[in-house]
């Protein structure tokens, strides 16, 4: 399943204004990858980048490559929808679709591939549900509507639809700076067992988070306010905590700035 | 703030405060007296068409609910609101079934299909639509529409003959002031409100909704069918009631169009016809004191049809969000 991701050269911008410049990377399979850094650095713009999200936004744009098991998926052939069914997303704010009910929630994305057979909806949605850590939870009231949960299952909720439609990496933006500390632990678990079979990378401005869930670190900074943001340093994960080797990334992990 | 400690300090924060509740009362005055203002307006015109209307249609000989005939000056009045109710509801539903499809997809090629540039210009051309007085409709629908709508009815007649609806006699001569006519022209009348409200409804769905289904691998048509219709629906259907009000009472562009014939076909494309308001636009300046009361008689179902339209509606949004 997992594939791993290579970036080269990344610029990223949002109309004439370059957010992100030069951005190389390599994200391993199997692996949690953690990307860090002060407001505004641009790590949440790489991370859309490797689902082609970035480019929703009216007027963002992307140069340079990002290559999913070697083939690049900005190539001249290849169709963002199915770039977006290879590599799911979750983000910030827990964001289920109001009007349907649990179960439509995690069969969405299926639905839309086409599988319509009630049996195979039914065997997704469970697998999905209890992959999210959430089936015990709602195994009652699939048919009510996904927005009656509390925040920290409407975003196990959100991963498990995310994760219905067998991407090969999953991504995610913040995906605790909305909950509370028992529901971000339940999402932190979470990370660590789904970790084995997908390949996830994870924005995080929570420094104890990235050192509790990731494998390897990447940290952005920018220079000043209207500078792209840069990515400083990529590491093991212990290694960027104990002993970084840029400054820079010194000085944010040890607080002094960000 | 510190205010607990110092007694004097806790006086000025009480005397702010009650300047703040100055400034709510003001507030809750100026907007307690505006929703008042609009529920003696509604219930004093509802008053004054029952007042005025029931003496008349008292006098009436035959049942004014089911009669198709407008003569309240005859020695035994004889009139009713048949084939005005029939006529209103006919066009308005044609106007209805074709304007809404067309409005939502011009507002959601506005908000999700067009180029920024091509959306600006083009919701503002829409726009302009509503700036044309009816009257040019009327004689836009009668000059030009008219003339060319045969295509129309010949292709209808062709698909639809079956229902029974339309016909077309090919050995009459062919009289296109219909009821299909008079309703295509209502449709281009209502489109710029129905569409406008859509758009705007369109423009608010949540970005998160947006990206959470392209997230999922939705193409952008299944984005609209996943996040924004479900989103924006009540909303469709508020704009759709505006305009279906709009339609309703429509006047001029109706009279111009339709002669007035106080007779009911199933056939829309049969020419002639009357509704509520052009009823009452042609028949008032000579309306002796009976006729007048007929016809507000006329406008209070009117009225009565127009507030039965709008608790349909919004029971029909209510129930969808409990679903």
Known sequence: MAMSIDVSGLNAYYGKFLAVRDVSITIEP????????????????V????????????????????????????????????????????????NPFPTMSIFHNVAAGLRLAGTHRKSELQDVVERSLRGANLWNEVKDRLSKPGGGLSGGQQQRLCIARAIAVQPQ??????????????????????IDELKSTYTIVIVTHNMQQ?????????????????????LIEYDDTSTIFSRPSNKQTEEYITGRFG | MTATRVPRRDHAVATRRSSFSAGDRVFRAVSVTAATVVLVAMAAIAVFLVIRSVPAIRQDTTNFLTTRAWLPEEARPIFGIAALLFHTVVTSALAMIIAVPVAVGVALFTTFYAPRRLSAGLGYLVDLLAAVPSVIYGLWGFFFLAPNITGLTLWLSRWLGWTGIVHYRLNNTPNNLSDLTAGVVLAIMILPIVSSITREVFRQVPRDQVEAALAIGATRWEMIRTAVLPFGRSGVVSAAILG???????????????????????????????????NIALKYSEASELGIGALLGSGLCLFAITLGVNFGAQLLIRRRKEA
């Open chain 1, 47 to 94: 991370l859309r980048s490797l689902n082609r999200m970035h480019e929703v936004i009216p007027g963002a744009r992307v140069e340079g490559k990002v290559l999913l098991d070697g083939e690049d998926i900005y190539g001249p052939n290849i169709d963002p929808v199915n770039v977006r069914r290879t590599i799911g997303m979750v983000f910030q704010r827990p």
């Open chain 2, 244 to 278: 279906l009000g709009r339609a309703l009472g429509e006047t001029l562009a109706v009279a111009i169009i339709l002669a007035p014939a106080y007779t009911i076909s199933v056939h829309l494309t049969e020419g002639g016809g009357i509704t509520f308001a052009s």
């Open chain 1, 169 to 190: 990496v999953l991504l995610m933006d913040e995906p605790c700076s909305a909950l509370d500390p028992i529901s971000t632990l339940a999402i932190e678990d979470l």
């Open chain 1, 210 to 230: 990235a050192a509790r869930v990731s494998d390897r670190t990447a940290f952005f900074n920018i220079a000043g306010f209207g500078e792209p943001g840069e």
């Open chain 1, 30 to 45: 199997r692996s949690v990858t953690a990307f860090i850094g002060p407001s505004g650095c641009g790590k949440s713009t």
